[in-house]
C-alpha cells in the first residue's frame, strides 16, 4: 500500500508539474530547462540535460542545474546519450562506472536514466538525460514519467523548429512581394510616364508645327533686313534677333526629338569600332576646338544591341557638353570599360537607371553585365544639389541651352535598358557614364 502511495503521489506531482508548463514560441529554452528540472524533482536526482542532436553530435539546450560554463557542441561516440540515440528507446543504467559497456557517463555520475526525443514523425533528435551521483535503481513509474516529460520536449522542439521555418518562410514572402511590389510600381512608373510623353508628344507636335509657319516668315523677314544697307545699330538689333531666332529653331527641334516616341532600330553594335568612328565626328565639332580628346580603352571587342544613329546622338551631345566646360588646350576623355569603381573620395554622384530612380553613393560597383562608356572633362565641380536636376526637361546651367540635352540622352538611354551616371568632384570634374547590356549570344 505504501509503495502504491507513493507512486500515486509522484504520478499526481507530474501531472500538476506537466499542466504547469507553458510553452511559448521564442522561449524555448525556459521551457525546455523546466523539463530537465521536473525530471529531477518527480524521481528524486541530482542532474537532468535536455540534448539535442545532428549526425553524430550533441549540445546541451537545457539543463537542471546551472554550469560553471556553457558546453559547446560534443561527440556522442562512446557516451550514454549516443546509445539512447542510436537504439532510438529508453536506456537505465544502474552504475556507469562499472557496467561500461553503453558507454560513458560524466566524471563524478554513476546512475544513469535515458530517454530518446522522438518526433511525431519517429525522428529521434536528441535525448533527456538524467544523472546520479550514487549507484541506484529506477523503477518502470520513474522511467515512464521521463519518458512523458521528453515526449513534451520532443513535440516543443520540433513545432519550435516549424516555427522558425514558418518565420524564415515568412521572411522570404515579405521580400519577394516586397520586389513584385517594387517592379509593380516601376512599371506602372514607366506607363504613367509613357502615356504622359505621348500627351506631351501630341501637343508639342500640334504646338511646334502652329508655331513654324509664321516664325520661318518671321526669319525669312529678318534674314532680308540683314542684307538691306542699315545703320549699324539696326543691323546689331536685326543680327539679336536672328541669334534668338536660331536659339528658338534649336529649341523647337529639340521639343519635337524629346516629345516623340523613342523608337528604335536595334542591331548589333561593337563598341570600339563605333567609337573610334566617332572620333572625326567629335573632333570637327565647333565646340572641340582647341581642345584635346582621347580614348581610352580597356576591353576587348564587345557588341551591344543599339540604335546606331541615337548613341551617336548621345555621345555627340555627351562630348559637346564636355568640351563647352573646359578651356583651350583642355582634355576631354572617353573611356570604355566592363567594371568599374568609383573611388573618387568626396564624389558627388547622381544618376538614372531605367527605373527613373537617382542612385548616389561613394565606391559603387557596378553591374558586371554591362559595358561603360565614361566622358569625363576635368571642368569646374558641378554642386550636388545641381546634379539631379541636370536630366530634368527645361533645366539647363547654360545661358543659351535649351535644358532638354541631357533629357534626351537620359530618354534614349533608357529606352535600351541602360543607366546613366553623372560623377562630380574637385579633382575630377564631371564624368558621364552610359551603363548599357552586353548582347547575349
Not at 573611356?335 to 554622384?349: E, V
Amino acid at each position: 500500500m505504501l509503495l502504491e502511495s507513493y507512486n500515486w503521489k509522484q504520478t499526481q506531482e507530474a501531472l500538476k508539474i506537466l499542466s504547469s508548463l507553458n510553452y511559448r514560441t521564442g522561449r524555448i529554452e525556459e521551457y525546455l530547462k523546466a523539463i530537465a528540472c521536473g525530471v529531477s524533482q518527480l524521481i528524486a536526482i541530482d542532474w537532468s540535460v535536455v540534448t539535442l542532436y545532428h549526425q553524430g553530435f550533441g549540445k546541451i539546450l537545457a539543463s537542471s542545474i546551472d554550469l560553471a560554463e556553457e558546453v559547446g557542441t560534443y561527440s556522442v561516440h562512446g557516451q550514454l546519450n549516443g546509445t539512447v540515440v542510436d537504439l532510438g528507446s529508453s536506456l537505465v543504467v544502474e552504475d556507469a562506472q562499472k557496467n561500461i559497456e553503453h558507454g560513458k557517463a560524466p566524471q563524478g555520475y554513476s546512475a544513469y536514466l535515458g530517454v530518446p526525443l522522438r518526433t511525431p514523425s519517429g525522428e529521434v533528435i536528441g535525448t533527456v538525460c538524467s544523472f546520479h551521483k550514487a549507484p541506484r535503481k529506477f523503477s518502470t513509474q520513474e522511467v515512464n514519467i521521463a519518458e512523458l516529460f521528453a515526449e513534451r520536449a520532443a513535440t516543443a522542439l520540433d513545432n519550435y523548429h516549424l516555427y522558425l521555418q514558418q518565420c524564415e518562410f515568412n521572411e522570404i514572402l515579405e521580400a519577394e512581394v516586397a520586389r513584385r511590389t517594387e517592379e509593380l510600381k516601376q512599371t506602372q512608373q514607366k506607363l504613367v510616364e509613357r502615356e504622359r510623353l505621348a500627351a506631351i508628344g501630341e501637343f508639342a507636335s500640334g504646338i511646334v508645327h502652329e508655331i513654324r509657319n509664321p516664325f520661318t516668315t518671321m526669319k525669312m523677314g529678318l534674314n532680308y533686313f540683314k542684307k538691306v544697307d542699315l545703320s549699324e545699330p539696326s543691323q546689331i538689333r536685326v543680327s539679336l534677333a536672328l541669334d534668338e531666332a536660331d536659339r528658338l529653331e534649336r529649341l523647337l527641334k529639340e521639343i519635337l526629338l524629346y516629345a516623340k516616341p523613342q523608337n528604335l532600330e536595334l542591331q548589333p553594335v561593337e563598341v570600339n569600332q563605333f567609337i573610334k568612328e566617332l572620333l572625326e565626328n567629335f573632333k570637327v565639332m565647333p565646340a572641340a576646338a582647341n581642345r584635346t580628346i582621347e580614348l581610352d580603352t580597356k576591353i576587348d571587342s564587345t557588341e551591344i544591341l543599339g540604335d546606331r544613329d541615337k548613341l551617336k546622338q548621345v555621345l555627340i551631345n555627351l562630348v559637346r557638353n564636355a568640351c563647352e566646360a573646359i578651356q583651350d588646350n583642355e582634355t576631354v576623355k572617353i573611356q570604355i570599360t566592363d567594371n568599374f569603381y568609383n573611388n573618387h573620395s568626396g564624389n558627388n554622384n547622381s544618376g538614372n537607371n531605367h527605373s527613373g530612380n537617382n542612385n548616389s553613393g561613394n565606391n559603387q560597383k557596378y553591374n558586371n553585365q554591362q559595358i561603360y562608356i565614361q566622358v569625363q572633362n576635368y571642368g569646374k565641380l558641378i554642386p550636388p544639389e545641381i546634379l539631379p536636376k541636370l536630366t530634368q526637361p527645361f533645366y539647363s546651367t547654360k545661358s543659351s541651352g535649351t535644358g532638354l540635352g541631357l533629357a534626351i540622352v537620359k530618354r534614349i538611354i533608357t529606352t535600351h535598358n541602360g543607366e546613366l551616371f553623372i560623377n562630380s568632384s574637385e579633382e575630377m570634374g564631371t564624368t558621364f557614364t552610359l551603363g548599357l547590356p552586353i548582347s547575349k549570344k
